[in-house]
């Protein structure tokens, strides 16, 4: 019998397998992930804030080693970044502020960052963003649980526009493929996923907002303006997507970090979560809903 020829060798073999399970220990950590998030918004309080503290923190971290912060400068630069989201996601305790006077702290560690980033051999302006973009994962589900009576809601809603986009992208972009959207940013993301995860996103928030009107009572967005808020929310979440993956682009990195089996770091998990939450808390303020 003739020895296999090079495409029956067992490396070839192993691709298919490497994949599924590659998948596999995305849907597992994503599902540990969003059960993490739903318990931080159940309960609320205290639990929501350590919960998206931590993960704060975390993004901080890696947006550091993401740009190129010195190693010698690195672990200052989080400590006192860290501090000063730390401060912003007390401040309603520790200095009476509230609503978007919470970031305060957060924004005057960010100038001074920027400020000694010059003298450390780190980009400023990217040293000075930092703070501020991570401070958004802990202050925006604070805003949004903070609002009455709908708190709860709106941050489900939130969770389901930003997840359901970014699932039904993954799989309507692989499903049907098609013209890529931005190929030098990100090569495998496609005009097909764009619109999958629009259309899925905005369709499942929205009708878990619609089942919690019919059952509960009209306690969040209603009628077109629930619709036409969702969509936008969604193709923010997108765009924030896509926003790191040109900064990723931009300093050579693949990913932001590995400690996410599957989907990197943190902030990678996250990308979508801070545009979408933020701009989801300023539309239901500039417009009262």
């Not at 369709?203 to 306690?219: E, K, N, Q, T």
């Amino acid at each position: 019998m003739s020895e296999p020829g090079p495409r029956s060798t067992p490396e070839g073999a192993e691709r298919p397998a490497r994949g599924a399970s590659e998948l596999a220990a995305r849907v597992l950590s994503s599902l540990a992930l969003a059960g993490l998030a739903l318990v931080s918004a159940w309960f609320g309080g205290l639990v929501l804030v350590i919960v998206w503290l931590v993960a704060a923190i975390a993004v901080l971290r890696e947006w550091f080693g993401l740009i190129g912060v010195p190693r010698n400068a690195l672990t200052a630069f989080w400590i006192f970044g860290s501090a000063s989201i730390i401060l912003s996601a007390f401040s309603d305790q520790i200095f009476g502020f509230d609503s978007y006077s919470m970031i305060i702290p957060a924004v005057v560690g960010s100038v001074v960052l920027g400020g000694v980033a010059r003298f450390r051999g780190a980009p400023s302006i990217w040293t000075a963003v930092g703070p501020v973009y991570a401070a958004i994962v802990v202050l925006a589900p604070l805003w949004l649980r903070a609002r009455e009576p709908d708190g709860l809601v709106a941050l489900l809603w939130l969770f389901l526009v930003v997840w359901i986009s970014d699932i039904g992208a993954f799989f309507i972009g692989r499903r049907i493929g098609g013209p890529k959207l931005w190929p030098a940013v990100s090569p495998k993301k496609t005009w097909s996923g764009l619109f999958g995860g629009l259309f899925f996103g905005t369709l499942l928030a929205s009708g878990f907002v619609l089942l919690d009107r019919m059952l509960i009572g009209p306690v969040f967005v209603g009628g077109a303006a629930l619709f036409a808020l969702t969509l936008a929310t969604s193709l923010v979440s997108e765009l924030g997507d896509l926003f790191e993956s040109a900064m990723k682009r931009h300093f050579g990195a693949k990913d932001s970090g590995q400690i996410i089996p599957g989907h990197g770091g943190i902030m990678d998990r996250l990308d979508s979560f801070v545009s979408a939450g933020l701009f989801a808390v300023i539309m239901l303020d500039l417009f009262g809903f």
